[in-house]
Each structure stands twice: as C-alpha cells, then as structure tokens.
C-alpha cells in the first residue's frame, strides 16, 4: 500500500510540475503574441475588412475632392 502512495504522490507532483511548465510556457507565448500583434497593428490578417472599408472611404472621399 505504501508503494501505491508513493507512486500515487509522484505521478501527482509530476502532473502539477507539467501544469505549472505549461502554464508558464502558454502565459509566455500570449504575451508574445500580443506584443507581436501591438508591434503590426494595421497588419495583421483578421484586420484585412476593416482595412479594405477604410480604403474604400478614402478613395469615395478623393472622388468627391477631385
């Protein structure tokens, strides 16, 4: 029985020890991404309609300039 706990005890502290690398490594690459993101506003692709409407009201505004 006592071998059973043993292992039980380091099965759990291993598990944990991986969560807690993982979580670690996952809060790293978010604070990545946001710094990348922050880095290439205007330029990224998901921003790809917003950037094609504001292209759209510029060129009707120099229409009605021209």
Avoid: W, Y
């Amino acid at each position: 029985m006592t071998v059973q706990r043993n292992q039980a005890t380091l099965t759990s502290t291993f598990l944990n020890d991986e969560l807690k690398t993982s979580k670690e490594n996952l809060d790293r690459l978010d604070a990545e991404i946001l710094k990348f993101k922050g880095e290439n506003q205007g330029r990224l692709p998901e921003q790809l309609p917003a950037n094609i409407q504001a292209l759209q009201g510029l060129r009707m505004e120099l229409n009605q300039i021209q």
